[in-house]
Nanobody
Framework: QVKLVESGGGAVQAGGSLRLSCAAS????????MAWFRQAPGKEREVVAT???????DYADSVKGRFTITIDNAKNTVFLQMNSLKPEDTGVYYC???????????WGQGTQVTVSS
């Protein structure tokens, strides 16, 4: 069973930066993509950024130009560099892994990000 553990969350002021990490116990070839999701209080979980094993990326419009997702296949780790943070970026950030021809089957426990104005 693949286990994902997020770290790097915290409290920052608007305009600040954070780097989230997602350490996977393993990344078998059956996991074809990874993603970061977030859930703000009272809102549904939304996808923030996705990346394939070949490092093809995609971003939510709200974070384009500010967030960068990367993957280190050798270290089984996915990162989310978040710059120019805004209060609306506040939420619990989750790392997830996707199997081929399937949805996101593996989830971490989440890490809290709080951005104050």
């Amino acid at each position: 069973q693949v286990k994902l553990v997020e770290s790097g969350g915290g409290a920052v002021q608007a305009g600040g930066s954070l780097r989230l990490s997602c350490a996977a116990s393993e990344l078998p070839f059956s996991i074809v993509g990874m993603a970061w999701f977030r859930q703000a209080p009272g809102k549904e979980r939304e996808v923030v950024a996705t990346i394939t094993r070949s490092a093809s990326t995609d971003y939510a419009d709200s974070v384009k130009g500010r967030f960068t997702i990367t993957i280190d296949n050798a270290k089984n780790t996915v990162f989310l560099q978040m710059n120019s943070l805004k209060p609306e970026d506040t939420g619990v950030y989750y790392c997830a892994g996707r199997l081929v021809l399937s949805g996101y089957n593996y989830w971490g426990q989440g890490t809290q990000v709080t951005v104050s104005s």
